[in-house]
Structure formats: structure tokens, C-alpha cells
């Protein structure tokens, strides 16, 4: 499976950004998919996920409210949808994804196989 990230800029604070996490060479709709950030000079953490159906969605209590995770099987592609930004979102944004046929979603990146290139979101105060 390749994954593909893209939809990362600069904003303001308050602004918003889409982020979309493509996929290809595999079955998408048994892919459990997650979004992870790294800062600069920090370990890369958990943002969000959801499940191979785009049914069960989790979030970190850092975006809970303000980032919406979405799944398109018709279209092999995942959303992240984030609003409310702060300068503290600034990051390098990764998609993950693992062949789950569940629907679990997982936080901890060692649980994710496929990795996408990451982009980078700057939110300026």
C-alpha cells in the first residue's frame, strides 16, 4: 500500500486546512487510516484515526472538537479536516494506515505498517 499525503500550507491562526491521505496498490476499504504530526524538535504523536468503514472515528484531546477525520472508500482517500487552528498545530502532518478488516482504530504508531510522506502545516499567531 502507498499512501500519498498532500493539502498542507500556511494559515493563520483560526484558519483552516484539509489534509487528504491518498492510497493506492492495495484494498483501501480494509485499511484502518491515521494522522500523526511531528513538530520540530518532538517525538511524532497521534492526531487521529478512523476505521476501515469511516465509521468509528477517534481523536486526540488536542484536536478533539476542532479536526474531523474522514474516509472515502469510494475513492480510496482519507480527510483530515481541521479548523480552529493554533500555531501549536504546526507540524509535519503523516498519514498511517494497516489492514485491519475491523473496526478498531489505533493510536500508537508501531500498530501502523504503511506510511505516506509528510506535509507540512504552519499556523502563524
Known amino acids: 500500500v502507498q499512501l500519498q499525503a498532500s493539502g498542507g500550507g500556511s494559515v493563520q491562526s483560526g484558519g483552516s486546512l484539509g489534509l487528504s491521505c491518498a492510497a493506492s496498490?492495495?484494498?483501501?476499504?480494509?485499511?484502518?487510516v491515521g494522522w500523526f504530526r511531528q513538530a520540530p524538535g518532538k517525538e511524532r504523536k497521534y492526531v487521529a484515526a478512523?476505521?476501515?468503514?469511516?465509521?468509528?472515528?477517534d481523536y486526540s484531546d488536542s484536536v478533539k472538537g476542532r479536526f474531523t477525520i474522514s474516509k472515502d472508500n469510494a475513492v480510496n482517500t482519507v480527510y483530515l479536516h481541521m479548523h480552529s487552528l493554533k500555531p501549536e498545530d504546526t507540524a509535519v502532518y503523516y498519514c498511517?494506515?494497516?489492514?485491519?478488516?475491523?473496526?478498531?482504530?489505533?493510536?500508537?504508531?508501531?500498530?501502523?505498517?504503511?506510511w505516506g510522506q509528510g506535509t507540512q502545516v504552519t499556523v502563524s499567531s
Open positions: 496498490g492495495g484494498t483501501f476499504s480494509r485499511l484502518t
Open positions: 478512523v476505521d476501515y468503514s469511516g465509521t468509528m472515528k
Open positions: 498511517a494506515a494497516d489492514i485491519t478488516d475491523s473496526d478498531y482504530v489505533m493510536v500508537s504508531e508501531d500498530l501502523y505498517e504503511f
